[in-house]
């Protein structure tokens, strides 16, 4: 590790952001432990309503500026700012919302964290002036990024980065990896018929598919439930769904709970459902699967990396609401079929670990090395 070194990073969040997701998580576990090997490691971020402009969270020194608009400007220039006391240092971009170009600006190697881009789904996701800068911000990646080396956290989005124009060679995938001695399996009997959606409440997430597959499922289950957990934008559009397909006495939605509730509601549910149209990785299907839970799932880029399909659960075509309810029902339903999906589950989560992904990550940073670039260098 070279003496000095500060590991810059920018993204939109932090983990105590209300509307942090997998990507925060991806950062803390991964940046926490960088810290704790002794690296200077500096987040630079968009504040919320009651964050404190900077505090220290598990050795990660972070620093918020703007919102969630004004980050991509003064995010930036705050980095600028900060890294002229480095003497050595390396700029983490972690790209799962705008890009933010730092091989024009950063007087240090680059290097970029790609969970997924969002393409035509940002339309989904905010309002069409704030997506269409983000397609076009998109498309005008490659050229920028044609020297900058690259984690993908799954194949899925590797294969989408290459299919954008980028250079195979640079990119290395390093999946998420789980913290085992948080996610641990519950009783091995199977729970009540309660299907979980945990995650954050976007529009691309498509829980308004998962709704409407809950009137199939309770007619011919009528035991069935559907805990929904996590908020984001999409959470009162839901709401109203689920009251006009008369699901209020059995869609419950908690909103944000904390680390311990959410292993016990891993633990209740008979399965995990996600059908998102598009995912990183889909870190929640790990979570359940290293508490003992299936999944069901979207056939989608990223969460085809993460399911097994017949092995730890299901993947079904995606927006196809019969076959949805079919899969949750057949593990619903079915004790033997719960129990086989289960011992699979917990054997593939059993081979992800942050200490190992924080490791890969470690030589892939020391690779590319914190040496101040020369002056007109790209």
């Known amino acids: ?9 920018l993204n939109e969040r932090d983990i105590e952001h209300p509307l ?28 919320f309503r009651g964050g404190a402009a900077r505090e220290v969270i598990r ?46 600006y950063s007087p240090f190697p680059v290097m970029g964290i790609v969970h997924h881009l969002f393409g035509w789904t940002a339309f989904k996701q905010v309002s069409p002036p704030v997506a269409l800068a983000t397609v076009l911000a998109e498309k005008t990646m490659p050229p920028f990024y ?13 294969d989408d980065l290459v299919a954008r124009g980028f250079d195979p060679t640079l990119i290395r995938v390093i999946p998420n990896g789980l913290d085992h001695t948080l996610y641990t ?20 997430k498509r829980l308004d598919l998962l709704l409407s ?27 109203r769904q689920a009251s006009a397909l008369g699901l209020d006495s059995c869609v ?62 299901i993947l079904v075509p ?14 619903l339903a079915d004790d033997a079929e719960w129990r086989r999906l289960r011992k699979g589950a917990l054997a593939w989560a059993a081979q992800f670990s942050w200490d190992n992904v924080s490791a890969e990550l470690t030589r892939a940073i020391e690779e590319i090395g914190f040496e101040r670039r020369k002056r007109g260098a790209a």
């Open 318 to 331: 995606h927006a196809d609401v019969p076959a949805l309810a079919d899969a949750l029902l057949r593990v």
């Open 185 to 204: 399996p519950g009783s091995d009997d199977p729970p009540g018929p309660t299907v979980l959606s945990l995650g954050r409440i976007e529009p691309y």
């Open 20 to 47: 942090a997701g997998g990507a925060e998580v991806h950062l803390m576990e991964n940046f926490s432990r960088l810290a704790a090997r002794g690296y200077r490691v500096v987040l630079i971020c968009a504040n």
């Open 213 to 239: 597959a809950m009137p199939i499922v309770r007619q011919r289950l009528p035991q069935a439930r559907l805990v929904v957990t996590g908020s984001g934008t999409a959470l009162d559009s839901l709401k």
């Open 59 to 104: 050795g990660i020194e972070i620093n918020r500026v703007g919102n969630r608009y004004t980050f991509y400007f003064r995010g930036p220039l705050l980095f600028l700012r900060l890294s002229r006391g480095a003497e050595k240092g390396i700029l983490i971009e972690d790209l799962n919302k705008l890009p933010f170009f730092g091989a024009l």
């Open 146 to 158: 044609r020297r900058i080396p690259l984690i993908a956290v799954s194949p899925s989005t590797k």
């Open 252 to 313: 419950e939605f908690k909103g944000f709970v904390s680390e311990g509730e959410k292993v016990r509601i891993y633990r209740s549910a008979r399965v995990l459902a996600n059908p998102s149209e598009k995912e990183g990785w889909g870190l929640t299907v790990l979570e359940a699967n290293a508490c003992g839970t299936p999944a069901v799932a979207s056939d989608v880029p990223g969460l085809r990396d993460a399911v097994k399909p017949g092995k730890t659960g």
């Open 1 to 9: 590790m070279p003496k000095g070194a500060t590991i810059f990073i």
